[in-house]
């Protein structure tokens, strides 16, 4: 499979960055693979790396939903604001546990590629990468 | 006189009387002349000098012309002046010598002579006529007078006799009449609206002692005031509220809006000048000091009473006594408002809970996914032949059945909070029978191990109006708890029928499994309570269930004996 030029994981959570870092590692998905704590780290490594195509611009984020400084939402709301060449290049899908019913009408009118269950497994990231990169691990 | 012969002495003697009589006439006329007293002219005929005076009348009637209060006078056909007497030259204010023998039109004015010609051409013609018309005295002045003309022959010759009228007098007195009468009119009408008045207040004060001697028997404060709002009577249940009797001590003390709350007085008093001013029925409550000084509630009420013609006689008003009343309203009202306030405080707790549910299965959700998720790392790290041995192979299965454990607690506390967000869940007409089938696929191994026997009827009331889906886990709950909590020593008989009762439709559940006290019922539906150690349980599900039936408007209720089973009863409003 071809990997992902960069991936970008972002969760206040070390334990849960750890264990995707393991998870993405092992199943290879990409040599790059950016780490932020919070909505706030995650912006700025995007104005860095995305103002132009480079290579450490992330082809996929994964997103937490609550972060202290600034949340998922608030990264949302900010990034939409961001003028970047090459958005539509981007895929942001979201990681919750569950879903408040008022965060669900929150998220409709944000630019996202879709929500994901914790925990992150191997079959939810084959799922992300048949949809939205037309690429599937080996069996 | 007479010329006959005589013939005998006594004739002559008579005759001789006569002439004498004559003689002494003419010298008594002689004198009067010469005196003055009786006016006389001398009118130059063809047999010589001819007096004129009214001789040969009798003296009497003389006398009365002479001195009568009317002007007189004789015209002849030339109208000149024959006789005038002393009253006429009076009126006219001239000598009589000035107006005998003078030509009466001079002193009739230039617009009447010809009204004056006519009245002589009409006496001359028909022997009389009568007029009015003004004539001019001497100085000028005009004096209305009213003429009456007659023929007469007076000394063979023909005149015309006028009494002259003034009527100067007679006009002031139809002008004193006219303002006697005016005035009298004026008299009449006082005293009839005199009358009516005193018949008002009569009327008024009848009203007021009818009113009173009622008011005084009525068990309310009652009083009557006049149209301006004059205190007119109070009875004695007011004096009795304000200790005082009635004239004792300054009047203004007795007064109703003396004695009004500082904070009722404004908007009551204004409420009754309004009335005042309008007319419109008076109600108000206020508060009032009494005798003691304290403040009592009233409701103070007034009518205007009106006589016939609407006006208003006067008005009669009561106070009743409301005090309790309101204290008891107020005090509701305040329950009212503590309950609403608790009521808030408990909505707001309760969302503070749905919260802190939401939050808590949220929060525990993700370490226990890492704990999940390091327990697979770790696993995946390990050596088979490490995992397998002993005691690691035991300590990482329970490892597992712990999370799995801890994660379906959380699963199910996530369905509590999302209950309480399901209010007013939409009802559908379901399908009872489908859905017993449904859940019994899901209990067959338990029905199987346990050697349930369970029985159906659902006929009575084949459909209820509920979520299907909460039906489905209404179901499932106490058809799970009848078989869970069976007795050991016999096989469980479970049944499940339902009925119309009512408007609703009831869903029995009855099995003969353990029972448990009655005194634990009010705890059966509480949250992860549990009256059994031995059974797997999460303590949630009739929570669950009874959460599910209040929120659809109905209620559930059940009956149980220790040791011989339990009856659960779900009333589905329809």
């Given at each position: 499979?071809?990997?992902?030029?960069?991936?970008?994981?972002?969760?206040?959570?070390?334990?849960?960055?750890?264990?995707n870092q393991l998870l993405i590692n092992r199943l290879q998905i990409t040599d790059k693979l950016l780490v932020a704590l919070n909505g706030q780290e995650a912006l700025e490594l995007v104005k860095i790396h995305c103002n132009e195509a480079t290579p450490d611009c992330p082809a996929l984020i994964l997103l937490d939903v609550k972060m202290p400084v600034m949340d998922g939402f608030q990264f949302l709301e900010a990034y939409n604001e961001l003028p970047l060449p090459e958005k539509d290049?981007?895929?942001?899908?979201?990681?919750?546990?569950?879903?408040?019913?008022?965060?669900?009408?929150?998220?409709?009118?944000?630019?996202?590629?879709?929500?994901?269950?914790?925990?992150?497994?191997?079959?939810?990231?084959?799922?992300?990468?048949?949809?939205?990169?037309?690429?599937?691990?080996?069996? | 006189?007479?010329?006959?012969?005589?013939?005998?002495?006594?004739?002559?003697?008579?005759?001789?009387?006569?002439?004498?009589?004559?003689?002494?006439?003419?010298?008594?006329?002689?004198?009067?002349?010469?005196?003055?007293?009786?006016?006389?002219?001398?009118?130059?005929?063809?047999?010589?000098?001819?007096?004129?005076?009214?001789?040969?009348?009798?003296?009497?009637?003389?006398?009365?012309?002479?001195?009568?209060?009317?002007?007189?006078?004789?015209?002849?056909?030339?109208?000149?002046?024959?006789?005038?007497?002393?009253?006429?030259?009076?009126?006219?204010?001239?000598?009589?010598?000035?107006?005998?023998?003078?030509?009466?039109?001079?002193?009739?004015?230039?617009?009447?002579?010809?009204?004056?010609?006519?009245?002589?051409?009409?006496?001359?013609?028909?022997?009389?006529?009568?007029?009015?018309?003004?004539?001019?005295?001497?100085?000028?002045?005009?004096?209305?007078?009213?003429?009456?003309?007659?023929?007469?022959?007076?000394?063979?010759?023909?005149?015309?006799?006028?009494?002259?009228?003034?009527?100067?007098?007679?006009?002031?007195?139809?002008?004193?009449?006219?303002?006697?009468?005016?005035?009298?009119?004026?008299?009449?009408?006082?005293?009839?609206?005199?009358?009516?008045?005193?018949?008002?207040?009569?009327?008024?004060?009848?009203?007021?002692?009818?009113?009173?001697?009622?008011?005084?028997?009525?068990?309310?404060?009652?009083?009557?005031?006049?149209?301006?709002?004059?205190?007119?009577?109070?009875?004695?249940?007011?004096?009795?509220?304000?200790?005082?009797?009635?004239?004792?001590?300054?009047?203004?003390?007795?007064?109703?809006?003396?004695?009004?709350?500082?904070?009722?007085?404004?908007?009551?008093?204004?409420?009754?000048?309004?009335?005042?001013?309008?007319?419109?029925?008076?109600?108000?409550?206020?508060?009032?000091?009494?005798?003691?000084?304290?403040?009592?509630?009233?409701?103070?009420?007034?009518?205007?009473?009106?006589?016939?013609?609407?006006?208003?006689?006067?008005?009669?008003?009561?106070?009743?006594?409301?005090?309790?009343?309101?204290?008891?309203?107020?005090?509701?009202?305040?329950?009212?408002?503590?309950?609403?306030?608790?009521?808030?405080?408990?909505?707001?707790?309760?969302?503070?809970?749905?919260?802190?549910?939401?939050?808590?299965?949220?929060?525990?959700?993700?370490?226990?996914?890492n704990i999940e998720g390091l327990l697979d790392a770790l696993l995946a790290e390990l050596p088979p032949e490490t995992s397998q041995q002993e005691p690691v192979q035991p300590i990482l299965r329970l490892m597992h059945d712990s999370v799995n454990r801890f994660k379906r607690t959380i699963e199910q506390l996530t369905d509590v909070s999302k209950l309480q967000k399901e209010h007013g869940l939409p009802t559908e007409p379901v399908d009872l029978a489908a859905v017993v089938r449904n859940?019994?696929?899901?209990?067959?191994?338990?029905i199987q191990s346990t050697g349930a026997q369970l029985t159906v009827d659902v006929a009575a009331a084949p459909i209820v109006l509920f979520s299907e889906k909460n039906l489905r886990s209404v179901v499932f709950n106490l058809l799970s708890n009848a078989l869970k909590y069976r007795a050991p020593d016999r096989a469980p008989q479970v049944s499940l029928r339902t009925r119309p009762e009512g408007a609703a439709v009831v869903l029995e559940v009855q099995d003969n499994g353990l029972g448990?006290?009655?005194?634990?019922?009010?705890?059966?539906?509480?949250?992860?309570?549990?009256?059994?150690?031995?059974?797997?349980?999460?303590?949630?599900?009739?929570?669950?269930?009874?959460?599910?039936?209040?929120?659809?408007?109905?209620?559930?209720?059940?009956?149980?004996?220790?040791?011989?089973?339990?009856?659960?009863?779900?009333?589905?409003?329809?």
């Amino acid at each position: 499979m071809q990997k992902l030029t960069c991936a970008l994981l972002v969760d206040d959570d070390s334990t849960t960055n750890y264990l995707n870092q393991l998870l993405i590692n092992r199943l290879q998905i990409t040599d790059k693979l950016l780490v932020a704590l919070n909505g706030q780290e995650a912006l700025e490594l995007v104005k860095i790396h995305c103002n132009e195509a480079t290579p450490d611009c992330p082809a996929l984020i994964l997103l937490d939903v609550k972060m202290p400084v600034m949340d998922g939402f608030q990264f949302l709301e900010a990034y939409n604001e961001l003028p970047l060449p090459e958005k539509d290049a981007i895929i942001i899908v979201m990681l919750t546990t569950s879903l408040h019913p008022q965060d669900v009408d929150r998220v409709q009118g944000l630019n996202i590629a879709g929500f994901l269950n914790k925990p992150l497994t191997k079959e939810k990231l084959n799922d992300v990468l048949k949809n939205h990169f037309d690429r599937h691990l080996p069996e | 006189m007479s010329s006959t012969p005589l013939s005998t002495a006594a004739e002559l003697a008579r005759a001789n009387e006569e002439l004498r009589y004559q003689l002494e006439e003419a010298h008594d006329l002689i004198q009067a002349i010469r005196t003055g007293a009786v006016d006389a002219l001398a009118v130059q005929g063809a047999e010589g000098p001819r007096i004129f005076t009214l001789q040969g009348a009798d003296q009497g009637y003389r006398t009365l012309i002479e001195q009568m209060n009317e002007g007189a006078l004789l015209l002849s056909e030339d109208t000149t002046v024959l006789y005038c007497n002393a009253c006429l030259a009076g009126l006219l204010e001239c000598d009589l010598s000035e107006v005998m023998g003078s030509t009466f039109e001079t002193f009739v004015p230039l617009a009447f002579q010809e009204y004056w010609a006519g009245l002589l051409l009409k006496g001359w013609a028909e022997g009389k006529s009568k007029g009015e018309l003004p004539l001019q005295t001497r100085n000028g002045a005009l004096v209305p007078f009213s003429v009456s003309m007659n023929v007469l022959s007076f000394n063979e010759t023909p005149t015309l006799a006028v009494i002259v009228t003034d009527l100067s007098a007679r006009r002031e007195i139809t002008a004193i009449r006219a303002q006697v009468a005016e005035q009298n009119e004026l008299l009449d009408r006082t005293n009839a609206e005199l009358k009516r008045e005193e018949a008002a207040r009569l009327a008024g004060e009848r009203a007021a002692a009818e009113a009173s001697r009622m008011l005084e028997g009525i068990s309310h404060i009652a009083w009557t005031v006049s149209p301006t709002g004059a205190n007119t009577y109070r009875n004695r249940r007011w004096y009795d509220y304000i200790g005082q009797e009635p004239g004792e001590g300054p009047g203004i003390g007795r007064a109703w809006r003396e004695r009004l709350h500082p904070d009722d007085a404004p908007a009551t008093l204004a409420r009754w000048d309004e009335s005042l001013r309008t007319g419109a029925p008076f109600e108000v409550e206020c508060r009032i000091r009494n005798g003691a000084g304290g403040y009592r509630w009233m409701l103070g009420r007034a009518q205007p009473s009106r006589n016939e013609l609407g006006e208003i006689v006067q008005w009669i008003g009561t106070y009743t006594d409301i005090h309790e009343h309101k204290l008891a309203l107020e005090r509701i009202d305040q329950g009212q408002r503590e309950l609403r306030d608790n009521n808030e405080q408990l909505t707001r707790v309760n969302v503070d809970l749905d919260n802190f549910i939401y939050t808590a299965s949220h929060d525990l959700k993700a370490p226990i996914s890492n704990i999940e998720g390091l327990l697979d790392a770790l696993l995946a790290e390990l050596p088979p032949e490490t995992s397998q041995q002993e005691p690691v192979q035991p300590i990482l299965r329970l490892m597992h059945d712990s999370v799995n454990r801890f994660k379906r607690t959380i699963e199910q506390l996530t369905d509590v909070s999302k209950l309480q967000k399901e209010h007013g869940l939409p009802t559908e007409p379901v399908d009872l029978a489908a859905v017993v089938r449904n859940v019994r696929l899901d209990l067959e191994p338990l029905i199987q191990s346990t050697g349930a026997q369970l029985t159906v009827d659902v006929a009575a009331a084949p459909i209820v109006l509920f979520s299907e889906k909460n039906l489905r886990s209404v179901v499932f709950n106490l058809l799970s708890n009848a078989l869970k909590y069976r007795a050991p020593d016999r096989a469980p008989q479970v049944s499940l029928r339902t009925r119309p009762e009512g408007a609703a439709v009831v869903l029995e559940v009855q099995d003969n499994g353990l029972g448990f006290d009655a005194t634990n019922e009010h705890k059966l539906f509480g949250m992860f309570q549990r009256f059994h150690d031995h059974v797997e349980g999460s303590g949630i599900g009739l929570y669950m269930v009874k959460k599910m039936v209040d929120n659809a408007g109905g209620r559930i209720a059940v009956s149980s004996k220790l040791g011989s089973g339990t009856t659960f009863l779900i009333y589905f409003s329809q």
